[in-house]
């Protein structure tokens, strides 16, 4: 038996979420959908450790849905472990409204951090990202969030579903942990899909003071490939030139050098 969770960041209230369900449910034999009850972006793989998790249950448009007041992380956890039904062969996070590209968005990305989470119990996961263009971010995401972009998402969720049938159809490659997929602006099933390495890129200042010992995130930075590197056949570089790009990510084993730190600080005897 084949069961997906589905889960995201943005949360109940997003205009991505049915559209996702419709398209990945007929691929499945069963499904379960666990969100937060809010949207939760920028949170990366941040687990509740104090606070209590509220869990409730609606529906939407004829589509049963479990929200928690947790991370997306936690709500991996809670649709592995603490929801009815077979434990799911499959952990899906998405659509996000917003790119997951190259490093500087994956890191906090609370979309891939779902997936992670998927993945460090053992079950294939896979991310999922609409990418606005090079330059029109704000714009994009004001009508991303509108019920006018349900069309859009339907589109993009069909698209997403023939990527996940082609996994299911073909397994999951067994040296990686996570799929993140990239949507280019203007998805369509003849939109090229290619496999792509995750660019190396970083930002600047992220908090503005609002009034004295008051801070508030308010990006004013952009994103840009770390000295001595190139976005040239990255992931970023590549959907914005508007390809589907699959980035293959594995959780890490050695962090750095093994041997140079070795040198400084001894090996195993």
Not at 33 to 46: D, L, T
Not at 59 to 88: K, M, Y
Not at 117 to 133: D, H, K, M, N, T
């Amino acid at each position: 038996m084949t069961s997906l969770l589905l889960t995201n960041d943005d949360g109940i209230d997003s205009p991505a979420l049915l559209p996702t369900y419709r398209a990945l449910a007929p691929l499945f034999d069963h499904v379960r959908v666990v969100v937060p009850h809010v949207e939760r972006s920028w949170i990366g793989k941040a687990i509740n450790r104090k606070d209590e998790i509220e869990v409730g249950a609606q529906t939407r448009e004829g589509v049963d849905i479990l929200t928690t007041t947790g991370f997306p992380a936690d709500c991996t956890q809670v649709g592995v472990f603490n929801t009815d039904g077979p434990r799911p062969t499959m952990v899906v996070s998405g659509i996000n409204i917003g790119a997951n590209h190259s490093t500087a968005f994956l890191y906090g990305s609370g979309t891939v951090g779902a997936a992670i989470e998927g993945a460090l119990v053992g079950i294939p996961s896979i991310a999922l990202s609409a990418s606005s263009g090079a330059d029109n971010f704000g714009e994009w995401n004001a009508f991303m969030r509108t019920q006018e972009s349900i069309p859009t998402w339907e589109t993009t969720a069909g698209v997403c579903a023939t990527l996940v049938d082609r996994v299911l159809q073909n397994g999951f490659p067994g040296d990686i942990d996570v799929l993140s997929v990239n949507l280019p602006e203007g998805v369509t099933s003849e939109s090229p899909v290619v496999a792509a390495r995750l660019g190396h890129t970083g930002y600047g200042q992220l908090f503005q003071e609002q009034r004295p010992g008051v801070l508030k995130h308010q990006w004013q930075s952009d994103v840009a490939a770390v000295e001595g590197e190139t976005l040239e056949d990255s992931d970023i570089a590549l959907c914005h030139d508007g390809s589907i790009v699959v980035t293959p990510l594995q959780l890490p084993r050695l962090s750095g050098s093994l041997e140079s730190t070795q040198s400084l600080f001894g090996s195993p005897q």
